[in-house]
């Protein structure tokens, strides 16, 4: 079964950065797009940034300027470099990924990371 697993989380200051990683591992064939989305108590989860395969990106208008996101297909793994955190940063940050992979055939899932938390204090 595929797996994403989330790390780079913590506690910070505002003004503080800080780094994201997700690394896929598993049985699959593939991964197309790959990003990052966060969530946080009563709101639904928003996109935060994603990167295609081809190193195509997208940034919702809230992190551009802020955040980066990359990839390093050879390790498999999606990267969110934060340069200037704000408290409105706070949130759960969920890594997505796109993934071709053959169980009884050819299919291609999304699969999500369980969550790395990111807190903020002004």
């Known amino acids: 079964q595929v797996r994403l697993a989330e790390s780079g989380g913590g506690s910070v200051q505002a003004g503080d950065p800080l780094s994201l990683s997700c690394a896929a591992s598993?049985?699959?064939?593939?991964?197309?797009?790959m990003g990052w989305y966060r969530q946080t108590p009563g709101e639904q989860r928003e996109l935060v940034a994603s990167i295609s395969s081809g190193g195509n990106r997208n940034y919702a208008d809230s992190v551009k300027g802020r955040f980066s996101i990359s990839r390093d297909n050879a390790k498999n793994t999606v990267y969110l470099q934060i340069d200037s955190l704000k408290p409105e940063d706070t949130a759960v940050y969920y890594c997505h990924a796109q993934i071709r992979e053959y169980s009884s055939g050819w299919h291609i899932g999304n699969y999500w990371g369980q969550g790395t938390q990111v807190t903020v204090s002004s």
């Open positions: 598993g049985s699959f064939f593939s991964i197309g797009l």
